[in-house]
């Protein structure tokens, strides 16, 4: 875990309708501050359907939808709000989330979540990191937050507790 990053076994069978309704949202014209990235709240008629989107409906203190723009970099950055955000991913491939493993950020190595669409990713927001939509697509995710002064390990064994930890693998396993 020293990535920053563990991927659940668990897939949501309903991501296919949250990314459907991320694509038809009427997002508002993106303005200069938005800077490629834009969020709106989770609908709580999609959450019924899945028992982590269930669970984070009644008692997570963020959840979200983000649009990031084609052809955006989301620079490096560390969280200030969070240690541990909850990811949902609705993309495909030409997306990169990456996370600096020194905090040199001119010139770093770097490990990336190798994302699969419908699966659940617990990320190490307290690392630097950030993102790179290479696709002449917008970038959905569904984004949460457990609880914002939990760390990765302790928002993993909540999670555990809610949905087993059976479907919860570090990705070096």
């Known amino acids: 875990m020293d990535e920053g990053y563990f991927k659940t076994e668990y897939r949501c069978d309903s991501y296919n309708n949250i990314l459907e309704y991320a694509r038809s949202y009427k997002w508002p014209t993106e303005r200069r501050k ?3 990235f834009q969020s709106i709240k989770f609908p709580s008629t999609l959450m019924d359907n899945d028992p982590i989107l269930k669970y984070l409906k009644n008692n997570a203190v963020e959840c979200a939808i983000t649009r990031l723009s084609p052809r955006v970099f989301f620079k490096v950055h560390v969280d200030s709000r969070r240690n541990c955000g ?6 495909h491939d030409h997306s990169h989330t990456f996370f600096l493993m020194e905090k040199e950020y001119t010139s770093s190595k770097f490990v990336e979540p ?3 669409p419908g699966y659940y990713y617990l990320l190490d ?3 630097p990191h ?5 696709s002449e697509e917008f970038r959905y995710n569904g984004f ?3 609880n914002s002064e939990k760390n990765i390990n302790e928002t ?3 999670l555990g ?5 059976d479907v919860l693998k570090d990705i070096d396993e």
């Not at 950030?130 to 290479?134: D, L, M, R, S």
């Not at 507790?161 to 930890?165: A, D, L, M, R």
């Open 125 to 127: 927001v307290t690392k």
């Open 114 to 116: 190798i994302y699969e």
């Open 130 to 134: 950030g993102v790179i939509n290479c």
């Open 161 to 165: 507790e809610v949905i087993g930890n």
């Open 86 to 91: 909850l990811h949902l991913c609705l993309h």
């Open 144 to 146: 949460f937050t457990l």
């Open 34 to 36: 938005d800077r490629g």
């Open 156 to 158: 993993k064994e909540l």
